[in-house]
């Protein structure tokens, strides 16, 4: 018997945090983060860290659990996220996967797997070397050879996601599988288009109002990487030219919102490509309720 899992899926900044947290008081869940940026330690403001006293004593998994300066991959995070779930399901209670992720819900709710590819160590350095002398725009260029598809999706300024998807690349190591691990119910939460990148902005004023750039200082001082994968993370990366005095501070401010907003199209975007998904207006009372009222009737058989 599969294992069932709710999904709550949506762009950044949208409310899945909140509509979370309630539906898991609701139907005795746990919720999974299936985030690339929370997973790591310290990144609190810019990863908009979900705090203990907002919990609502609802347990969270897979919250600040890396250290900042070491990589974890599509493959770590889904199969951590399946233990997750096991453990979950023991207890008998709800796992509730709530992200934006698009490479790990894929990994989870399409079949894909990417264990297929482990680290070639010589052709990371290859890589890493080609990035070090000519940049990220060598790497997109020599993805967009290898893989067409891959190329259009990736975020192409992160240097450490390119150095992945060129090893799957190389190596064919997504693989889809006919094998069903779990028993999906999947819900994204959308917003009026203009209202979301308002809501996103507001977002990234909070962050700075709330010390943005003194976390990456101290994230700096107490040794990560600026090369580290996590030092990528939107909002992180721009602080860092702003620290480095590549760029202003309205410039950096500027970025970190237009990076934001270019994440969150490329996030719908990945909904929509997707089957069986529930599509719930955070805004609409009705849609809210409706939503609640499905996931009663699927826990029920």
């Known amino acids: 018997m599969m294992d069932k899992v709710l999904f709550i899926l949506g762009p950044t900044a949208v409310g899945k ?22 997973i790591f330690k310290g990144l609190d403001i810019g990863s908009a860290k979900v705090k203990k006293e907002e919990m609502q004593n609802v347990p969270h998994h897979l919250i600040g659990i890396v250290s900042p300066n070491e990589s974890f991959t599509a493959f770590d995070m889904t199969e ?12 008998n209670h709800l796992s509730i996967v709530v992200g934006g992720t698009s490479l790990y819900v894929k990994s989870l709710i399409l079949n894909y797997n990417y264990g297929g590819v482990g680290v070639d160590e010589a052709y990371r350095k290859e890589l890493k070397e080609i990035l070090e002398k000519e940049g990220s725009e060598k790497l997109a260029k020599m993805l967009e050879k290898e893989d067409k598809n891959a ?13 992945r998807a060129l090893e799957i690349a190389r190596f ?8 069903k691990i779990i028993e999906p119910l999947v819900f994204a939460l959308v917003l009026d288009r203009q209202r979301l990148y308002e809501r996103i902005n507001r977002r990234v004023d909070m962050m700075l109002e709330s010390g943005l750039v ?21 909002g992180y990366k721009e602080v860092i030219a702003y620290l480095d005095n590549e760029i202003s501070y309205e410039r950096m401010v500027e970025l970190i919102k237009q990076h934001s907003r270019n994440y969150a199209k490329r996030q719908l975007t990945f909904l929509r490509g997707m089957d069986d998904v529930n599509y719930v ?13 499905k996931i009663t009737r699927w826990l029920n058989g």
């Open 80 to 91: 951590a996220i399946k233990k997750e779930i096991k453990d979950i399901t023991t207890r």
């Open 151 to 163: 190329y259009e999706k990736i975020d192409k300024h992160n240097p450490q996601r390119l150095i």
């Open 281 to 293: 207006d955070v805004e609409n009372k009705k849609e809210i309720s409706s939503m609640e009222e």
């Open 17 to 38: 945090t909140d509509i979370s947290i309630t539906l898991a008081k609701k139907f005795d869940g746990e919720i999974i983060s299936c985030d690339s940026v929370q």
């Open 172 to 179: 064919k190591g997504e693989k889809k599988t006919d094998e």
């Open 214 to 234: 003194d976390e990456v200082k101290s994230l700096l001082n107490n040794g990560v990487k600026k090369d580290s994968q996590s030092m990528h993370a939107i």
